[in-house]
């Protein structure tokens, strides 16, 4: 089992135990060069978010102490991890979506330059609902950034200097965007966000030189729009024109195969029981050459959602031993509660299985690569629907996961949270009432609203589990020192033994962590491991709004779910770097 | 529900705006507590959307403005605006918003029961009405009429959960589903608030359902004749006519209670804005449906 692409070459030598035994962990792997920087989101085109960097290990992170830290000045949801590209760091912020590069190379790490875009205000009250960013890319001495009023811009690495600056929606219809470009080959690859303003998702390309638009393709729509056909005729009339489907989730990329991941979001803004049909490509993995955009495959995950399982999250690709074949796979964990093993050749399913406690279907179809629904958790919006898990939060949301290929796991923060899902009552937006669907979330069985799991992908089962009070909301981070990393919404980051789980070590950083811990090679050779922790401004209102929400039955119903998030924790946007002593 | 992105963390939106300067006034305003909203020579801090005609706008022009004005006079205080969508986020990003400039007392128009706020009682009540020409209209006066099968119908498109007008919604019960035609009420250049009532005028749709108050200024503003049906909630429906009241902070009875006095003793006053403004009015007892 080897990662399948992606700079940690070097790791493909490593023999992984991939059942997974014991604490005593084999010898260490050589430490691939490119490991020692940190150049794009997830740390290679595979997103496994490992990296074979070795110095600290299981035996002496107990010793992990703070090297520094920098102040972002921004007090939001702080998503996404910085890169290292040589001997600088480059740190975006939420809104107002600052960048800014840290020269490793000098004591205490000063700024060489900020980058501060001018954008509308009005994007703020009219793009309301999210304004978290999800990191820059780096390629060719340029660094990329998604601004939350859609423009993508290219920055001088060097000097901070803007190179081009291109538009790609427009916030004032509700389109944002939120996640990180990704650069493939010439490429920069962007999505969007604002699903729940009836956004219609694309991804777009644009050249890395000049930001001239190369293609975009939709999620839903005629064959020539998508890339792929069979959408329009999964719609009731034109409403594939509001189809949601938007892209704010992570990219992956298969340079042997040139194709490219990503997953598309839920179905337009209409209720379930006007969107008859499967509203294809919401809720979809999708397949892409990134030269022309038009599509090989595309498998979707939860065909007519009636649950808000938004499917964006990261698809991480990886040779499996799937029955004693070797296959190029891609592992997703949706928000559905159901981990999906596919062939990233095809498409085709190789295993579905429950990653949390999911009762609104009993299984996925091998053949058809359908749920098998459970009627009595189909949600309408004229009838109230009881303990529905996981809840729309997902039984993971953005937060990425990690796969050592020492250990053959993955690492996956999940929530556990089930909902019930309330039929009509008329609400107020835009001067008029309307009807909507009340979402309460609340603790799953246990009662814990976390748990951050060790999952074998090949059998499909959970390793270990470490319960979290609070949803495990940051991403992970393995390396070749076996040692996991992972941020809580309490602010602790926390590293665990790889292959037993066991605490080793945690450190309170001043907020909570949304964000995904790094780690690379500093200029003086030491390993540091970093992470953005800033949980959002809940504070003053009480209640734990850090969800985007103002009352428990708003939206998804966070609320309910996270009354007591405030006494943990505040509000920050701070990088806390460690290192050993 | 997207919400979306997950961890529709995020929030803290007011510091943004607070640090972009986007309230129109900054203050120099009275410490939360201390403030006085409409107390003498003070100012009377309204939560605003600042492009929703005929509601409110930045120009002070929709009928919500006026009718804070009559407010402010009888406060003999001045009118203070914080500008926001009002969607997803208003309350929490102006009421509940945890910094002082980003902060204000009332909300103009929100439904009786609405529950993010401490609402007063009505001070109107309008209803979802059918909007199409007078002369060749289809003449529908009611969800059930066969008709509505085979015209095309213009609809708002609340970008929210799952969200529909309430008729729009019993439509749906109905099965009639792939003749609707959506308009957003995502404000912009190419689409403004009038954009619904512009394609019945235009042919575009052969009729439309819209919030009584959201339509009737604009069917005064055009050439053709449109008339305005109120649009009857059938055996089983959800209610169409709604009362409108004004919300303050949960848990603020004093200014509710002075709020209230004025919609007693300014009752005329309120009733004509809204008469120039074309709102259909209905009778009903408040807080008789919900």
Same mark, same amino acid.
Request: glycine share 12%; hydrophobic share 35%; with cysteine.
């Given at each position: 089992?080897?990662?399948?692409?992606?700079?940690?070459?070097?790791?493909?030598?490593?023999?992984?135990? $991939?059942?997974?035994?014991?604490?005593?962990?084999?010898?260490?792997?050589?430490?691939?060069?490119?490991?020692?920087?940190?150049?794009?989101?997830?740390?290679?085109?595979?997103?496994?978010?490992?990296?074979?960097?070795?110095?600290?290990?299981? !035996?002496?992170?107990?010793?992990?102490?703070?090297?520094?830290?920098?102040?972002?000045?921004?007090?939001?949801?702080?998503?996404?991890?910085?890169?290292?590209?040589?001997?600088?760091?480059?740190?975006? #912020?939420?809104?107002?979506?600052?960048?800014?590069?840290?020269?490793?190379?000098?004591? %205490?790490?000063?700024?060489?330059?900020?980058?501060?875009?001018?954008?509308?205000?009005?994007?703020?009250?009219?793009?309301?609902?999210?304004?978290?960013?999800?990191?820059?890319?780096?390629?060719?001495?340029?660094?990329?950034?998604?601004?939350?009023?859609?423009?993508?811009?290219?920055?001088?690495?060097?000097?901070?200097?803007?190179?081009?600056?291109?538009?790609?929606?427009?916030?004032?219809?509700? &389109?944002?965007?939120?996640?990180?470009?990704?650069?493939?080959?010439?490429?920069?690859?962007?999505?969007?966000?604002?699903? =729940?303003?009836?956004?219609?998702?694309?991804?777009?390309?644009?050249?890395?030189?000049?930001?001239?638009?190369?293609?975009?393709?939709?999620?839903?729509?005629?064959?020539?729009?998508?890339?792929?056909?069979?959408?329009?005729?999964?719609?009731?009339?034109? !409403?594939?024109?509001?189809?949601?489907?938007?892209?704010?989730?992570?990219? $992956?990329?298969?340079?042997?195969?040139?194709?490219?991941?990503?997953?598309?979001?839920?179905?337009?803004?209409?209720?379930?029981?006007?969107?008859?049909?499967?509203?294809?490509?919401?809720?979809?993995?999708?397949?892409?050459?990134?030269?022309?955009?038009?599509?090989?495959?595309?498998?979707?995950? #939860?065909?007519?959602?009636?649950?808000?399982?938004?499917? @964006?999250?990261?698809?991480?690709?990886?040779?499996?031993?799937?029955? %004693?074949?070797?296959?190029?796979?891609?592992?997703?964990?949706?928000?559905?509660?159901?981990?999906?093993?596919?062939?990233?050749?095809?498409?085709?399913?190789?295993?579905?299985?429950?990653?949390?406690?999911?009762?609104?279907?009993?299984?996925?179809?091998?053949?058809?690569?359908?749920?098998?629904?459970?009627? !009595?958790?189909?949600?309408?919006? #004229?009838?109230?629907?009881?303990? @529905?898990?996981?809840?729309?939060?997902?039984?993971?949301?953005?937060?990425?996961?990690?796969?050592?290929?020492?250990?053959?796991?993955?690492?996956?923060?999940?929530?556990?949270?089930?909902?019930?899902?309330?039929?009509?009552?008329?609400?107020?937006?835009?001067?008029?009432?309307?009807?909507?669907?009340?979402?309460?979330?609340?603790?799953?069985?246990?009662?814990?609203?976390?748990?951050?799991?060790?999952?074998?992908?090949?059998?499909?089962?959970?390793?270990?589990?470490?319960?979290?009070?609070?949803?495990?909301?940051?991403?992970?981070?393995?390396? %070749?020192?076996?040692?996991?990393?992972?941020?809580?919404?309490?602010?602790?980051?926390?590293?665990?033994?790889?292959?037993?789980?066991?605490?080793?070590?945690?450190?309170?950083?001043?907020?909570?962590?949304?964000?995904?811990?790094?780690?690379?090679?500093?200029?003086?050779?030491?390993?540091?491991?970093?992470?953005?922790?800033?949980?959002?401004?809940?504070?003053?209102?009480?209640?734990?709004? !850090?969800?985007?929400?103002?009352?428990?039955?708003?939206?998804?119903?966070?609320?309910?779910?996270?009354?007591?998030?405030?006494?943990?924790?505040?509000?920050?946007?701070?990088?806390?770097?460690?290192?050993?002593? | 529900?997207?919400?979306?992105?997950?961890?529709?963390?995020?929030?803290?939106?007011?510091?943004?705006?607070?640090?972009?300067?986007?309230?129109?006034?900054?203050?120099?305003?009275?410490?939360?507590?201390?403030? &006085?909203?409409?107390?003498?020579?003070?100012?009377?801090?309204?939560?605003?959307?600042?492009?929703?005609?005929?509601?409110?706008?930045?120009?002070?022009?929709?009928?919500?403005?006026?009718?804070?004005?009559?407010?402010?006079? =009888?406060?003999?205080?001045?009118?203070?605006?914080?500008?926001?969508?009002?969607?997803? %986020?208003?309350?929490?990003?102006?009421?509940?918003?945890?910094?002082?400039?980003?902060?204000?007392?009332?909300?103009?128009?929100?439904?009786?029961?609405?529950?993010?706020?401490?609402?007063?009682?009505?001070?109107?009540?309008?209803?979802?009405?059918?909007?199409?020409?007078?002369?060749?209209?289809? &003449?529908?006066?009611?969800?059930?009429?066969?008709?509505?099968?085979?015209?095309?119908?213009?609809?708002?498109?609340?970008?929210?959960?799952?969200?529909?007008?309430?008729?729009?919604?019993?439509?749906?019960?109905?099965?009639?589903?792939?003749?609707?035609?959506?308009?957003?009420?995502?404000?912009?250049?190419?689409?403004?608030?009038?954009?619904?009532?512009?394609?019945?005028?235009?042919?575009?749709?052969?009729?439309?359902?819209?919030?009584?108050?959201?339509?009737?200024?604009?069917?005064?503003?055009?050439?053709?004749?449109?008339?305005?049906?109120?649009?009857?909630?059938?055996?089983?429906?959800?209610?169409? =006519?709604?009362?409108?009241?004004?919300?303050?902070?949960?848990?603020?009875? =004093?200014?509710?209670?002075?709020?209230?006095?004025?919609?007693?003793?300014?009752?005329?006053?309120?009733?004509?804005?809204?008469?120039?403004?074309?709102?259909?009015?209905?009778?009903?007892?408040?807080?008789?449906?919900?």
């Amino acid at each position: 089992m080897v990662v399948a692409v992606g700079v940690g070459t070097a790791c493909s030598s490593s023999t992984p135990s $991939s059942s997974g035994s014991g604490a005593s962990a084999p010898a260490p792997s050589p430490v691939a060069e490119a490991d020692k920087q940190w150049t794009m989101q997830n740390k290679n085109q595979s997103a496994t978010r490992y990296s074979s960097v070795n110095e600290i290990n299981a !035996e002496n992170v107990k010793s992990l102490k703070v090297a520094w830290t920098f102040s972002t000045g921004v007090l939001r949801g702080h998503e996404g991890e910085p890169l290292v590209v040589g001997s600088t760091m480059y740190v975006h #912020t939420p809104f107002p979506n600052i960048v800014y590069a840290l020269d490793l190379s000098k004591e %205490g790490a000063p700024i060489k330059w900020k980058y501060q875009p001018r954008q509308d205000p009005s994007v703020i009250p009219i793009a309301c609902c999210d304004t978290v960013n999800r990191g820059v890319a780096y390629a060719d001495g340029k660094i990329f950034l998604n601004q939350l009023d859609t423009n993508t811009v290219a920055l001088d690495a060097e000097t901070g200097k803007e190179l081009w600056k291109v538009k790609q929606g427009d916030h004032k219809n509700g &389109q944002t965007i939120t996640s990180a470009p990704m650069v493939i080959k010439d490429k920069v690859i962007s999505g969007i966000s604002g699903g =729940e303003f009836g956004v219609r998702g694309f991804v777009t390309a644009n050249d890395v030189n000049t930001g001239k638009q190369v293609w975009r393709m939709y999620s839903t729509g005629p064959e020539a729009e998508v890339g792929f056909p069979g959408s329009v005729e999964t719609w009731e009339g034109d !409403e594939w024109r509001r189809g949601g489907g938007t892209t704010w989730g992570w990219y $992956s990329y298969d340079p042997e195969l040139n194709l490219f991941y990503y997953g598309t979001g839920n179905p337009g803004s209409w209720n379930p029981d006007q969107r008859p049909g499967d509203n294809k490509f919401s809720m979809t993995i999708f397949a892409r050459n990134p030269d022309t955009g038009k599509a090989a495959w595309a498998y979707q995950k #939860t065909p007519h959602d009636r649950w808000d399982y938004d499917g @964006i999250n990261e698809n991480v690709l990886v040779d499996l031993n799937m029955n %004693g074949q070797t296959r190029k796979t891609l592992v997703n964990f949706d928000r559905n509660g159901f981990s999906y093993v596919l062939d990233r050749t095809n498409g085709e399913l190789l295993l579905a299985q429950p990653f949390v406690h999911v009762n609104w279907a009993t299984g996925v179809d091998m053949k058809t690569g359908r749920p098998i629904e459970v009627p !009595e958790k189909q949600t309408s919006a #004229t009838k109230n629907t009881r303990d @529905i898990c996981p809840s729309a939060m997902g039984g993971k949301n953005q937060q990425p996961v990690s796969y050592s290929p020492r250990t053959g796991y993955f690492y996956v923060p999940s929530n556990n949270l089930c909902m019930d899902y309330e039929g009509v009552q008329v609400k107020y937006q835009a001067g008029q009432p309307y009807v909507g669907a009340i979402v309460v979330s609340k603790p799953g069985p246990g009662g814990n609203r976390g748990e951050f799991l060790a999952w074998d992908p090949v059998a499909g089962k959970k390793v270990w589990g470490i319960k979290e009070e609070l949803s495990a909301w940051g991403g992970a981070l393995s390396t %070749g020192g076996d040692v996991v990393f992972y941020g809580t919404m309490e602010g602790w980051l926390k590293a665990v033994n790889a292959r037993t789980g066991d605490l080793l070590w945690k450190f309170k950083t001043p907020s909570g962590i949304i964000g995904n811990p790094m780690t690379y090679v500093g200029p003086d050779g030491k390993q540091y491991v970093a992470v953005l922790s800033g949980v959002g401004g809940w504070s003053g209102i009480g209640v734990a709004a !850090e969800m985007g929400l103002e009352d428990p039955t708003a939206g998804l119903g966070a609320i309910g779910a996270f009354k007591d998030l405030a006494s943990f924790s505040n509000q920050g946007g701070v990088l806390t770097v460690f290192s050993l002593p | 529900m997207t919400h979306r992105d997950a961890l529709r963390v995020v929030v803290a939106l007011s510091l943004l705006c607070a640090s972009t300067g986007f309230a129109q006034t900054k203050p120099a305003s009275p410490k939360p507590g201390s403030s &006085q909203p409409g107390g003498g020579g003070g100012q009377f801090r309204v939560c605003a959307d600042p492009e929703n005609m005929p509601h409110s706008n930045q120009k002070l022009e929709g009928f919500e403005n006026k009718i804070a004005d009559v407010i402010a006079k =009888e406060f003999a205080a001045s009118t203070r605006y914080t500008w926001w969508g009002q969607r997803r %986020g208003f309350i929490r990003n102006t009421m509940n918003a945890t910094l002082e400039e980003g902060r204000c007392d009332v909300v103009i128009g929100v439904p009786e029961g609405y529950d993010l706020v401490t609402p007063t009682k009505p001070y109107y009540r309008s209803t979802y009405v059918f909007v199409y020409p007078r002369d060749k209209g289809p &003449q529908v006066k009611s969800l059930d009429d066969p008709v509505l099968k085979k015209v095309k119908i213009g609809v708002h498109l609340l970008g929210d959960d799952y969200t529909n007008p309430p008729p729009v919604h019993e439509l749906s019960k109905r099965g009639v589903v792939g003749n609707l035609v959506g308009f957003s009420t995502f404000y912009s250049a190419e689409n403004p608030p009038s954009s619904i009532i512009d394609a019945v005028a235009s042919g575009k749709v052969d009729l439309a359902i819209v919030w009584g108050p959201a339509a009737g200024y604009f069917v005064k503003q055009q050439r053709v004749p449109l008339v305005m049906i109120p649009v009857p909630s059938g055996k089983g429906d959800l209610p169409f =006519e709604f009362g409108i009241a004004m919300g303050v902070k949960p848990g603020n009875q =004093e200014l509710k209670a002075r709020l209230e006095k004025v919609i007693e003793t300014r009752h005329a006053a309120i009733t004509k804005i809204l008469n120039d403004y074309n709102v259909p009015l209905v009778e009903g007892k408040a807080g008789s449906k919900r």
